[in-house]
Protein backbone atom coordinates (compact mmCIF):
# COMPACT_ATOMS: atom_id res chain seq x y z
CA UNK A 1 0.00 0.00 0.00
CA UNK A 2 1.10 3.72 -1.32
CA UNK A 3 0.46 4.64 2.88
CA UNK A 4 3.16 1.76 3.79
CA UNK A 5 5.84 3.27 2.31
CA UNK A 6 8.53 6.17 3.91
CA UNK A 7 6.70 9.74 4.29
CA UNK A 8 9.36 11.03 1.25
CA UNK A 9 9.27 9.11 -1.81
CA UNK A 10 11.67 10.08 -4.81
CA UNK A 11 10.85 8.93 -7.76
CA UNK A 12 14.01 8.86 -10.39
CA UNK A 13 14.75 6.32 -12.85
CA UNK A 14 15.75 6.56 -16.73
CA UNK A 15 14.29 8.88 -18.71
CA UNK A 16 10.97 8.02 -20.76
CA UNK A 17 10.70 5.51 -18.02
CA UNK A 18 7.37 6.35 -17.20
CA UNK A 19 8.40 8.64 -13.77
CA UNK A 20 6.15 10.95 -14.19
CA UNK A 21 2.99 8.90 -14.82
CA UNK A 22 4.01 6.79 -11.55
CA UNK A 23 4.66 9.76 -9.73
CA UNK A 24 1.05 11.33 -10.55
CA UNK A 25 -1.29 8.44 -10.27
CA UNK A 26 1.02 7.51 -6.86
CA UNK A 27 -0.55 11.31 -5.07
CA UNK A 28 -3.83 10.65 -6.76
CA UNK A 29 -3.84 7.21 -4.78
CA UNK A 30 -2.07 8.81 -1.84
CA UNK A 31 -4.52 10.99 -1.78
CA UNK A 32 -7.76 8.88 -2.30
CA UNK A 33 -6.43 7.51 1.36
CA UNK A 34 -7.05 11.26 2.92
CA UNK A 35 -3.15 12.03 3.27
CA UNK A 36 -2.18 15.65 3.32
CA UNK A 37 -0.22 15.15 0.14
CA UNK A 38 2.71 17.27 -1.52
CA UNK A 39 4.17 16.27 -5.07
CA UNK A 40 7.12 17.85 -6.35
CA UNK A 41 7.80 18.44 -10.23
CA UNK A 42 11.88 18.65 -9.78
CA UNK A 43 11.99 17.35 -13.62
CA UNK A 44 15.15 19.84 -14.79
CA UNK A 45 15.81 17.67 -17.64
CA UNK A 46 12.66 16.99 -19.83
CA UNK A 47 10.63 19.49 -21.12
CA UNK A 48 7.01 18.46 -22.91
CA UNK A 49 5.43 16.29 -20.43
CA UNK A 50 6.33 17.15 -17.15
CA UNK A 51 3.98 16.72 -13.86
CA UNK A 52 3.24 20.62 -13.56
CA UNK A 53 0.95 20.34 -16.50
CA UNK A 54 -1.69 18.22 -14.16
CA UNK A 55 -0.93 21.46 -12.08
CA UNK A 56 -4.70 23.16 -11.69
CA UNK A 57 -6.33 19.21 -11.81
CA UNK A 58 -4.10 18.15 -8.63
CA UNK A 59 -4.19 20.98 -6.54
CA UNK A 60 -8.16 21.39 -7.24
CA UNK A 61 -8.15 17.69 -5.18
CA UNK A 62 -6.75 19.10 -2.73
CA UNK A 63 -2.64 18.19 -3.41
CA UNK A 64 0.22 20.87 -2.82
CA UNK A 65 2.48 21.03 -6.30
CA UNK A 66 5.52 22.47 -6.22
CA UNK A 67 7.54 22.88 -9.13
CA UNK A 68 9.71 25.73 -10.70
CA UNK A 69 9.67 29.56 -9.14
CA UNK A 70 9.42 30.63 -12.67
CA UNK A 71 6.03 30.61 -13.46
CA UNK A 72 5.33 28.96 -17.17
CA UNK A 73 4.55 25.45 -17.76
CA UNK A 74 7.15 24.48 -20.50
CA UNK A 75 9.98 26.89 -19.44
CA UNK A 76 13.47 25.74 -20.53
CA UNK A 77 14.49 27.13 -17.11
CA UNK A 78 16.28 24.85 -14.50
CA UNK A 79 14.37 26.85 -11.96
CA UNK A 80 13.39 24.63 -8.54
CA UNK A 81 10.98 26.43 -6.09
CA UNK A 82 12.22 26.96 -2.55
CA UNK A 83 9.33 25.42 -1.27
CA UNK A 84 10.71 22.31 -2.16
CA UNK A 85 11.63 21.78 1.19
CA UNK A 86 8.67 22.88 3.15
CA UNK A 87 7.63 19.10 2.93
CA UNK A 88 10.03 17.59 3.90
CA UNK A 89 10.22 19.82 6.88
CA UNK A 90 6.44 20.03 7.90
CA UNK A 91 6.37 15.84 8.85
CA UNK A 92 2.66 16.59 8.88
CA UNK A 93 3.03 15.99 4.56
CA UNK A 94 3.11 12.91 2.95
CA UNK A 95 6.08 13.67 0.11
CA UNK A 96 6.20 12.98 -3.39
CA UNK A 97 9.74 14.06 -5.37
CA UNK A 98 9.82 13.80 -9.36
CA UNK A 99 12.73 13.67 -10.32
CA UNK A 100 14.30 14.74 -13.72
CA UNK A 101 15.48 11.62 -15.70
CA UNK A 102 18.95 9.79 -15.20
CA UNK A 103 21.83 11.26 -12.44
CA UNK A 104 21.59 14.76 -14.40
CA UNK A 105 17.98 14.95 -12.54
CA UNK A 106 18.95 13.50 -9.31
CA UNK A 107 21.48 16.45 -8.75
CA UNK A 108 18.15 18.46 -7.43
CA UNK A 109 17.96 16.88 -4.18
CA UNK A 110 21.16 18.71 -3.55
CA UNK A 111 19.04 21.03 -1.64
CA UNK A 112 16.95 18.72 0.26
CA UNK A 113 20.03 16.16 1.52
CA UNK A 114 20.83 17.98 4.37
CA UNK A 115 17.50 18.65 5.93
CA UNK A 116 16.26 14.64 5.14
CA UNK A 117 16.33 12.33 7.44
CA UNK A 118 17.00 9.46 5.61
CA UNK A 119 15.00 7.12 7.66
CA UNK A 120 12.22 8.77 6.30
CA UNK A 121 13.20 8.64 2.62
CA UNK A 122 12.41 6.17 -0.14
CA UNK A 123 14.25 5.73 -3.09
CA UNK A 124 12.25 4.33 -6.02
CA UNK A 125 13.59 3.25 -9.06
CA UNK A 126 10.88 3.29 -12.26
CA UNK A 127 12.28 1.04 -15.11
CA UNK A 128 10.92 -0.06 -18.15
CA UNK A 129 12.89 -2.57 -19.97
CA UNK A 130 11.65 -2.16 -22.90
CA UNK A 131 13.72 1.50 -23.10
CA UNK A 132 17.19 -0.08 -24.63
CA UNK A 133 19.24 1.16 -21.83
CA UNK A 134 17.57 -0.45 -19.21
CA UNK A 135 16.75 -4.15 -21.56
CA UNK A 136 19.07 -5.87 -19.37
CA UNK A 137 20.39 -6.43 -15.65
CA UNK A 138 23.60 -5.11 -16.23
CA UNK A 139 21.97 -1.83 -18.01
CA UNK A 140 19.86 -1.66 -15.35
CA UNK A 141 22.13 -1.98 -12.34
CA UNK A 142 24.49 0.36 -14.25
CA UNK A 143 21.93 3.30 -14.31
CA UNK A 144 21.12 2.48 -10.65
CA UNK A 145 24.39 2.97 -9.43
CA UNK A 146 24.68 6.43 -11.26
CA UNK A 147 21.45 7.36 -9.57
CA UNK A 148 22.75 6.43 -6.03
CA UNK A 149 26.12 8.06 -6.81
CA UNK A 150 24.03 11.35 -8.05
CA UNK A 151 21.23 11.26 -5.07
CA UNK A 152 23.95 9.96 -2.40
CA UNK A 153 21.71 7.41 -1.09
CA UNK A 154 20.25 3.85 -2.06
CA UNK A 155 17.41 2.70 -4.31
CA UNK A 156 14.90 1.02 -1.61
CA UNK A 157 12.72 0.04 -4.82
CA UNK A 158 12.08 -0.93 -8.05
CA UNK A 159 9.40 0.03 -10.20
CA UNK A 160 8.20 -2.48 -13.00
CA UNK A 161 6.53 -0.05 -15.31
CA UNK A 162 7.60 -2.27 -18.59
CA UNK A 163 5.21 -0.72 -21.22
CA UNK A 164 4.95 -0.17 -25.06
CA UNK A 165 2.23 2.37 -23.72
CA UNK A 166 -0.95 1.59 -26.14
CA UNK A 167 0.67 -1.82 -27.01
CA UNK A 168 1.23 -3.33 -23.75
CA UNK A 169 0.76 -6.73 -22.72
CA UNK A 170 0.86 -9.24 -20.18
CA UNK A 171 4.03 -10.41 -21.18
CA UNK A 172 5.62 -6.90 -21.06
CA UNK A 173 5.11 -7.37 -17.22
CA UNK A 174 6.48 -10.59 -17.32
CA UNK A 175 9.69 -9.67 -19.62
CA UNK A 176 9.90 -6.91 -17.21
CA UNK A 177 10.03 -9.11 -14.11
CA UNK A 178 12.53 -11.43 -15.36
CA UNK A 179 14.75 -8.83 -15.78
CA UNK A 180 14.22 -7.18 -12.34
CA UNK A 181 13.87 -10.51 -10.27
CA UNK A 182 17.84 -10.69 -11.90
CA UNK A 183 18.34 -7.30 -10.35
CA UNK A 184 16.74 -7.99 -7.29
CA UNK A 185 19.39 -10.99 -6.87
CA UNK A 186 22.07 -9.38 -7.78
CA UNK A 187 21.49 -5.96 -5.38
CA UNK A 188 19.38 -7.38 -2.96
CA UNK A 189 16.55 -4.29 -3.67
CA UNK A 190 12.86 -5.81 -3.85
CA UNK A 191 10.64 -5.03 -7.22
CA UNK A 192 7.98 -2.65 -4.97
CA UNK A 193 5.28 -2.11 -7.42
CA UNK A 194 4.12 -3.24 -11.37
CA UNK A 195 2.72 -0.61 -12.58
CA UNK A 196 0.34 -0.89 -15.79
CA UNK A 197 -2.39 1.46 -17.13
CA UNK A 198 -5.42 -0.59 -16.58
CA UNK A 199 -7.35 0.50 -19.57
CA UNK A 200 -4.77 -0.58 -21.83
CA UNK A 201 -3.58 -4.11 -20.43
CA UNK A 202 -7.07 -6.27 -21.17
CA UNK A 203 -5.52 -9.42 -20.11
CA UNK A 204 -4.95 -10.37 -16.26
CA UNK A 205 -2.00 -9.94 -14.47
CA UNK A 206 -0.11 -13.00 -14.28
CA UNK A 207 0.45 -14.41 -10.69
CA UNK A 208 4.23 -14.62 -11.02
CA UNK A 209 4.43 -11.05 -11.29
CA UNK A 210 6.34 -9.38 -8.58
CA UNK A 211 5.67 -6.46 -6.09
CA UNK A 212 2.13 -5.68 -5.32
CA UNK A 213 -0.05 -4.40 -8.56
CA UNK A 214 -0.04 -0.51 -9.59
CA UNK A 215 -2.93 -0.30 -11.64
CA UNK A 216 -2.64 3.38 -13.25
CA UNK A 217 -4.62 6.11 -15.55
CA UNK A 218 -2.87 7.88 -18.19
CA UNK A 219 -2.52 11.13 -16.89
CA UNK A 220 0.11 12.88 -19.38
CA UNK A 221 -0.61 11.41 -22.63
CA UNK A 222 -3.17 13.11 -24.98
CA UNK A 223 -6.38 11.74 -26.29
CA UNK A 224 -4.60 11.32 -29.47
CA UNK A 225 -1.25 10.14 -28.18
CA UNK B 1 11.11 -7.92 -34.82
CA UNK B 2 12.09 -6.51 -30.94
CA UNK B 3 9.91 -3.19 -30.75
CA UNK B 4 11.49 -0.79 -28.38
CA UNK B 5 9.88 2.08 -26.43
CA UNK B 6 12.02 5.56 -27.29
CA UNK B 7 11.99 9.00 -27.50
CA UNK B 8 11.39 10.80 -31.30
CA UNK B 9 14.32 12.26 -31.16
CA UNK B 10 16.82 9.08 -30.10
CA UNK B 11 14.72 6.85 -32.76
CA UNK B 12 15.62 9.14 -35.13
CA UNK B 13 19.22 9.09 -33.83
CA UNK B 14 19.28 5.40 -34.10
CA UNK B 15 17.46 5.29 -37.59
CA UNK B 16 20.30 7.04 -39.24
CA UNK B 17 22.85 4.74 -37.48
CA UNK B 18 21.03 1.94 -38.74
CA UNK B 19 20.64 3.69 -42.19
CA UNK B 20 24.38 3.54 -42.42
CA UNK B 21 24.98 6.87 -41.12
CA UNK B 22 28.33 7.45 -39.49
CA UNK B 23 28.96 11.32 -38.90
CA UNK B 24 26.73 13.75 -37.13
CA UNK B 25 27.15 17.86 -36.71
CA UNK B 26 25.45 20.23 -35.03
CA UNK B 27 24.52 22.32 -32.54
CA UNK B 28 21.80 21.56 -29.39
CA UNK B 29 18.65 23.22 -29.87
CA UNK B 30 15.17 22.44 -27.89
CA UNK B 31 13.18 20.70 -28.35
CA UNK B 32 15.69 18.47 -30.74
CA UNK B 33 18.88 18.08 -28.31
CA UNK B 34 18.36 13.95 -27.62
CA UNK B 35 19.34 13.48 -31.11
CA UNK B 36 22.84 14.69 -30.91
CA UNK B 37 23.01 13.68 -27.69
CA UNK B 38 22.14 10.28 -28.23
CA UNK B 39 24.51 10.23 -31.59
CA UNK B 40 27.54 11.48 -29.10
CA UNK B 41 27.10 8.52 -26.98
CA UNK B 42 26.24 6.05 -29.96
CA UNK B 43 28.42 7.17 -33.09
CA UNK B 44 31.61 6.10 -31.87
CA UNK B 45 30.59 2.77 -30.52
CA UNK B 46 29.91 1.71 -34.24
CA UNK B 47 33.20 4.00 -35.54
CA UNK B 48 31.55 6.94 -36.49
CA UNK B 49 32.30 10.52 -35.44
CA UNK B 50 30.20 13.07 -33.21
CA UNK B 51 31.04 16.63 -33.56
CA UNK B 52 29.05 19.39 -31.93
CA UNK B 53 30.21 22.42 -34.23
CA UNK B 54 30.93 25.68 -32.82
CA UNK B 55 27.57 27.17 -34.11
CA UNK B 56 24.41 25.80 -36.99
CA UNK B 57 26.43 27.68 -39.90
CA UNK B 58 29.73 25.52 -38.80
CA UNK B 59 27.57 22.24 -38.70
CA UNK B 60 25.96 22.75 -41.84
CA UNK B 61 29.20 23.31 -43.58
CA UNK B 62 31.24 20.05 -42.05
CA UNK B 63 27.94 18.44 -43.33
CA UNK B 64 28.98 20.03 -46.88
CA UNK B 65 32.27 18.35 -46.44
CA UNK B 66 31.34 14.92 -45.13
CA UNK B 67 28.74 14.60 -48.27
CA UNK B 68 31.67 15.32 -50.82
CA UNK B 69 33.54 12.87 -49.36
CA UNK B 70 30.94 10.20 -50.06
CA UNK B 71 29.31 9.60 -46.64
CA UNK B 72 26.14 9.26 -45.61
CA UNK B 73 25.73 12.51 -43.15
CA UNK B 74 23.14 14.10 -40.79
CA UNK B 75 22.83 17.12 -38.90
CA UNK B 76 19.91 18.12 -37.03
CA UNK B 77 18.44 21.43 -35.25
CA UNK B 78 15.52 23.16 -34.80
CA UNK B 79 13.64 26.34 -36.39
CA UNK B 80 16.04 29.21 -35.68
CA UNK B 81 18.66 26.62 -36.06
CA UNK B 82 17.69 25.28 -39.25
CA UNK B 83 17.54 28.84 -40.02
CA UNK B 84 20.80 29.37 -39.53
CA UNK B 85 21.74 26.50 -42.11
CA UNK B 86 20.02 27.97 -44.85
CA UNK B 87 23.10 29.14 -46.88
CA UNK B 88 24.66 25.67 -46.23
CA UNK B 89 21.64 24.01 -47.63
CA UNK B 90 21.50 25.81 -50.71
CA UNK B 91 25.26 25.51 -51.43
CA UNK B 92 24.71 21.37 -50.70
CA UNK B 93 21.64 21.76 -53.03
CA UNK B 94 23.65 23.31 -55.78
CA UNK B 95 26.86 20.88 -55.34
CA UNK B 96 24.41 18.26 -55.91
CA UNK B 97 25.06 16.98 -52.61
CA UNK B 98 23.68 14.07 -50.59
CA UNK B 99 22.58 14.97 -46.63
CA UNK B 100 19.75 14.49 -44.18
CA UNK B 101 18.64 17.61 -42.12
CA UNK B 102 16.33 17.09 -39.78
CA UNK B 103 14.30 20.00 -38.61
CA UNK B 104 12.41 19.35 -34.94
CA UNK B 105 9.92 22.52 -35.36
CA UNK B 106 9.26 25.07 -32.63
CA UNK B 107 6.93 27.98 -32.13
CA UNK B 108 8.04 31.21 -34.19
CA UNK B 109 9.30 33.70 -35.70
CA UNK B 110 12.87 34.05 -34.49
CA UNK B 111 13.80 32.76 -31.42
CA UNK B 112 9.93 32.10 -30.54
CA UNK B 113 8.91 29.35 -27.90
CA UNK B 114 10.26 25.45 -27.72
CA UNK B 115 6.65 24.21 -27.77
CA UNK B 116 5.97 22.66 -30.96
CA UNK B 117 5.41 23.94 -34.18
CA UNK B 118 5.21 23.72 -37.90
CA UNK B 119 5.49 27.37 -39.44
CA UNK B 120 8.52 26.25 -41.29
CA UNK B 121 6.62 24.84 -43.86
CA UNK B 122 7.58 28.26 -46.42
CA UNK B 123 11.26 28.07 -45.60
CA UNK B 124 11.97 24.52 -45.75
CA UNK B 125 9.13 23.59 -48.60
CA UNK B 126 10.01 26.63 -50.35
CA UNK B 127 13.39 27.25 -49.93
CA UNK B 128 14.72 29.26 -47.73
CA UNK B 129 18.09 29.82 -49.31
CA UNK B 130 19.01 31.32 -52.53
CA UNK B 131 18.22 30.52 -55.89
CA UNK B 132 16.33 28.07 -57.99
CA UNK B 133 16.25 24.70 -55.97
CA UNK B 134 14.48 22.30 -54.31
CA UNK B 135 14.91 19.50 -51.41
CA UNK B 136 12.91 16.55 -50.50
CA UNK B 137 11.07 17.40 -47.48
CA UNK B 138 8.66 14.21 -45.53
CA UNK B 139 6.74 15.25 -42.70
CA UNK B 140 6.76 11.69 -40.25
CA UNK B 141 3.38 11.58 -37.92
CA UNK B 142 4.52 8.99 -35.53
CA UNK B 143 8.09 7.93 -33.92
CA UNK B 144 7.50 4.56 -36.14
CA UNK B 145 7.55 6.81 -39.09
CA UNK B 146 10.07 9.20 -38.25
CA UNK B 147 12.24 6.42 -38.13
CA UNK B 148 11.18 4.92 -41.62
CA UNK B 149 11.36 8.38 -42.96
CA UNK B 150 14.95 8.94 -41.87
CA UNK B 151 16.24 5.44 -43.69
CA UNK B 152 14.29 6.61 -46.32
CA UNK B 153 15.54 10.20 -46.09
CA UNK B 154 19.24 8.46 -46.68
CA UNK B 155 18.26 6.58 -49.88
CA UNK B 156 16.41 9.04 -51.36
CA UNK B 157 20.00 11.47 -50.77
CA UNK B 158 22.26 9.67 -52.08
CA UNK B 159 20.07 8.74 -55.18
CA UNK B 160 18.79 11.87 -56.47
CA UNK B 161 21.95 13.52 -55.26
CA UNK B 162 19.71 16.09 -53.09
CA UNK B 163 19.53 17.46 -49.41
CA UNK B 164 16.52 15.72 -48.01
CA UNK B 165 14.78 17.23 -44.42
CA UNK B 166 12.77 15.34 -42.29
CA UNK B 167 10.27 18.09 -40.90
CA UNK B 168 8.90 17.22 -37.91
CA UNK B 169 8.11 19.14 -34.78
CA UNK B 170 9.02 18.85 -30.92
CA UNK B 171 6.01 17.05 -30.38
CA UNK B 172 7.17 13.88 -32.28
CA UNK B 173 10.96 14.56 -31.09
CA UNK B 174 9.28 14.11 -27.53
CA UNK B 175 6.99 12.07 -27.61
CA UNK B 176 7.64 8.31 -26.35
CA UNK B 177 6.22 5.50 -28.88
CA UNK B 178 7.07 1.86 -29.89
CA UNK B 179 9.58 1.35 -31.97
CA UNK B 180 11.26 -1.54 -34.21
CA UNK B 181 14.05 -1.21 -36.89
CA UNK B 182 14.57 -2.75 -40.14
CA UNK B 183 16.60 -0.83 -42.59
CA UNK B 184 16.09 -2.03 -46.19
CA UNK B 185 17.60 0.18 -48.94
CA UNK B 186 14.31 1.45 -50.87
CA UNK B 187 16.28 2.09 -53.98
CA UNK B 188 19.22 0.38 -55.90
CA UNK B 189 21.76 3.09 -54.93
CA UNK B 190 24.54 4.20 -57.86
CA UNK B 191 28.16 4.13 -56.63
CA UNK B 192 29.38 7.68 -55.81
CA UNK B 193 31.65 7.81 -58.39
CA UNK B 194 31.93 11.29 -57.59
CA UNK B 195 33.25 11.68 -54.00
CA UNK B 196 36.56 13.09 -53.13
CA UNK B 197 38.41 9.91 -52.11
CA UNK B 198 41.58 10.82 -53.46
CA UNK B 199 42.75 10.28 -57.06
CA UNK B 200 44.27 7.45 -56.89
CA UNK B 201 45.13 5.51 -60.89
CA UNK B 202 40.99 7.48 -61.81
CA UNK B 203 40.56 10.51 -62.62
CA UNK B 204 39.86 13.83 -60.54
CA UNK B 205 36.87 14.54 -59.00
CA UNK B 206 35.58 17.75 -58.40
CA UNK B 207 32.73 19.18 -56.20
CA UNK B 208 31.85 22.78 -57.21
CA UNK B 209 30.02 25.61 -56.54
CA UNK B 210 30.59 28.55 -57.92
CA UNK B 211 29.94 29.13 -61.69
CA UNK B 212 31.58 31.80 -63.32
CA UNK B 213 29.61 31.60 -67.23
CA UNK B 214 26.01 32.82 -66.57
CA UNK B 215 25.04 29.98 -69.32
CA UNK B 216 27.33 27.47 -67.82
CA UNK B 217 24.93 28.01 -64.36
CA UNK B 218 21.43 28.52 -66.43
CA UNK B 219 22.53 24.80 -67.72
CA UNK B 220 22.85 23.53 -64.15
CA UNK B 221 20.55 25.09 -62.91
CA UNK B 222 18.49 23.02 -65.91
CA UNK B 223 20.13 19.68 -64.77
CA UNK B 224 18.80 20.48 -61.13
CA UNK B 225 15.17 20.82 -62.74
CA UNK B 226 15.51 17.49 -64.26
CA UNK B 227 15.81 15.50 -61.45
CA UNK B 228 12.95 17.49 -59.80
CA UNK B 229 11.06 16.49 -62.24
CA UNK B 230 11.75 13.32 -62.11
CA UNK B 231 11.16 13.07 -58.01
CA UNK B 232 7.54 14.92 -58.80
CA UNK B 233 7.04 12.07 -61.03
CA UNK B 234 8.16 9.45 -58.36
CA UNK B 235 8.33 10.68 -55.07
CA UNK B 236 5.10 12.05 -54.40
CA UNK B 237 3.58 9.75 -50.90
CA UNK B 238 0.44 10.47 -49.01
CA UNK B 239 -2.04 8.71 -46.53
CA UNK B 240 -5.51 8.51 -47.59
CA UNK B 241 -7.48 8.00 -44.37
CA UNK B 242 -11.50 7.71 -44.68
CA UNK B 243 -11.54 8.98 -48.26
CA UNK B 244 -13.49 6.08 -49.97
CA UNK B 245 -16.83 7.99 -49.43
CA UNK B 246 -15.61 11.64 -47.99
CA UNK B 247 -17.37 14.35 -49.25
CA UNK B 248 -14.90 16.73 -47.08
CA UNK B 249 -10.92 16.22 -46.80
CA UNK B 250 -9.13 17.36 -43.85
CA UNK B 251 -5.69 18.76 -44.95
CA UNK B 252 -2.67 18.29 -42.53
CA UNK B 253 0.52 17.14 -41.47
CA UNK B 254 2.75 15.67 -39.00
CA UNK B 255 1.20 16.05 -34.99
CA UNK B 256 -1.89 18.05 -36.39
CA UNK B 257 -2.85 15.13 -38.37
CA UNK B 258 -2.55 13.26 -35.54
CA UNK B 259 -4.77 15.44 -33.97
CA UNK B 260 -7.25 15.17 -36.88
CA UNK B 261 -7.85 11.45 -37.09
CA UNK B 262 -9.16 11.74 -33.46
CA UNK B 263 -11.52 14.37 -34.43
CA UNK B 264 -12.29 12.59 -37.91
CA UNK B 265 -13.71 9.61 -36.18
CA UNK B 266 -15.64 11.90 -33.80
CA UNK B 267 -16.96 13.53 -36.81
CA UNK B 268 -17.67 10.09 -38.52
CA UNK B 269 -19.84 8.59 -35.44
CA UNK B 270 -22.25 12.05 -35.60
CA UNK B 271 -22.06 11.21 -39.26
CA UNK B 272 -19.94 13.26 -41.64
CA UNK B 273 -18.23 12.36 -44.42
CA UNK B 274 -15.29 12.94 -43.87
CA UNK B 275 -11.63 12.37 -44.65
CA UNK B 276 -8.25 13.58 -44.47
CA UNK B 277 -5.33 13.72 -47.29
CA UNK B 278 -2.24 13.65 -45.39
CA UNK B 279 1.05 14.32 -47.24
CA UNK B 280 4.04 12.44 -46.19
CA UNK B 281 5.83 14.24 -48.35
CA UNK B 282 5.63 18.34 -48.58
CA UNK B 283 7.99 18.35 -51.85
CA UNK B 284 7.00 17.22 -53.79
CA UNK B 285 3.39 17.64 -53.02
CA UNK B 286 1.07 15.15 -53.47
CA UNK B 287 -0.63 16.90 -56.23
CA UNK B 288 -1.91 13.15 -57.53
CA UNK B 289 -3.84 12.98 -54.22
CA UNK B 290 -6.35 15.63 -55.39
CA UNK B 291 -6.02 14.80 -58.65
CA UNK B 292 -7.87 11.39 -57.51
CA UNK B 293 -10.09 12.81 -55.00
CA UNK B 294 -11.05 16.43 -55.74
CA UNK B 295 -13.86 16.02 -58.15
CA UNK B 296 -16.29 14.37 -55.20
CA UNK B 297 -14.93 16.81 -52.66
CA UNK B 298 -17.45 19.99 -51.39
CA UNK B 299 -14.28 21.72 -49.51
CA UNK B 300 -10.92 20.87 -47.81
CA UNK B 301 -10.48 21.92 -44.00
CA UNK B 302 -6.98 22.55 -43.69
CA UNK B 303 -5.56 22.22 -40.11
CA UNK B 304 -1.72 23.16 -39.08
CA UNK B 305 0.16 24.55 -36.01
CA UNK B 306 1.01 27.50 -38.55
CA UNK B 307 -0.91 30.48 -39.92
CA UNK B 308 -1.54 28.63 -42.86
CA UNK B 309 1.50 27.76 -44.95
CA UNK B 310 0.53 24.41 -46.64
CA UNK B 311 -2.72 25.90 -47.71
CA UNK B 312 -1.38 27.86 -51.22
CA UNK B 313 -0.23 24.29 -51.98
CA UNK B 314 -3.62 22.88 -51.52
CA UNK B 315 -5.13 25.94 -53.64
CA UNK B 316 -2.58 24.95 -55.91
CA UNK B 317 -3.39 21.05 -56.09
CA UNK B 318 -7.03 21.44 -56.37
CA UNK B 319 -7.01 24.29 -58.41
CA UNK B 320 -10.07 26.26 -56.42
CA UNK B 321 -8.65 28.26 -53.44
CA UNK B 322 -12.37 28.84 -52.71
CA UNK B 323 -12.37 25.23 -51.38
CA UNK B 324 -10.48 25.67 -48.28
CA UNK B 325 -11.23 26.56 -44.96
CA UNK B 326 -8.24 26.91 -41.99
CA UNK B 327 -7.91 26.31 -39.04
CA UNK B 328 -4.59 26.81 -37.18
CA UNK B 329 -2.82 27.72 -33.94
CA UNK B 330 0.91 29.24 -33.56
CA UNK B 331 3.24 29.98 -31.24
CA UNK B 332 3.98 26.15 -29.54
CA UNK B 333 0.14 25.44 -29.05
CA UNK B 334 -1.08 22.60 -29.93
CA UNK B 335 -4.62 22.70 -31.26
CA UNK B 336 -6.73 20.15 -29.19
CA UNK B 337 -9.34 17.43 -30.93
CA UNK B 338 -12.51 19.62 -29.64
CA UNK B 339 -11.33 22.58 -31.68
CA UNK B 340 -10.76 20.62 -34.60
CA UNK B 341 -14.19 18.97 -34.08
CA UNK B 342 -15.92 22.53 -33.82
CA UNK B 343 -13.74 23.60 -36.89
CA UNK B 344 -15.34 20.12 -38.77
CA UNK B 345 -18.82 21.33 -38.09
CA UNK B 346 -18.46 24.85 -38.68
CA UNK B 347 -17.36 24.29 -41.76
CA UNK B 348 -19.58 21.38 -42.89
CA UNK B 349 -22.90 22.74 -41.09
CA UNK B 350 -24.83 20.50 -40.74
CA UNK B 351 -24.56 18.48 -44.05
CA UNK B 352 -23.93 15.39 -43.62
Known sequence: MVVDDKRIRIITGHYGSGKTEFAVNYVKKLNAENKKVAIADLDIVNLYFRSRERSAELREAGITVISSSVEGDSLDVPAVSGAMSMPVRDKSFEYVVDLGGNDVGTLVLGRLKPIMDRNEVDLFMVVNTYRPDTATPEGVIALMKQLEAGAEMPVTGFINNTNLIRETTANALLDGNAVLEEVSRRTGVPIKYTSYVEDVLQEEIPIEISGERFPMQFNMRKEWM | ?352
Open chain 2, 1 to 352: MAKYLMKGNEAIGKAAIEAGCKYFFGYPITPQSEVPEYLSSELPKVGGVFVQAESEVAAINMVYGAAAAGARVLTSSSSPGIALKQEGIGYLTNASLPAVIVNMMRGGPGLGTIQPGQADYNMTVKGGSNGDYRNIVMAPASVQEAVDMMMEAFDLADYYRIPVMVMSDGLIGQMMEPVSFDYKPCKELPPKDWALTGMGEGKKHMVENLVMDADECEAWNHDHFKVYNAIEAAEQDWEDFMMEDAEYAFTSYGTSARIAKTAIGILREKGYKVGMIRPKKLWPFPIKAFELHDAKIKKYLDVEMSMGQMVGDVALACGDASKIEFYGRVGGNIPTVDEFVAFGEKVMGGDK
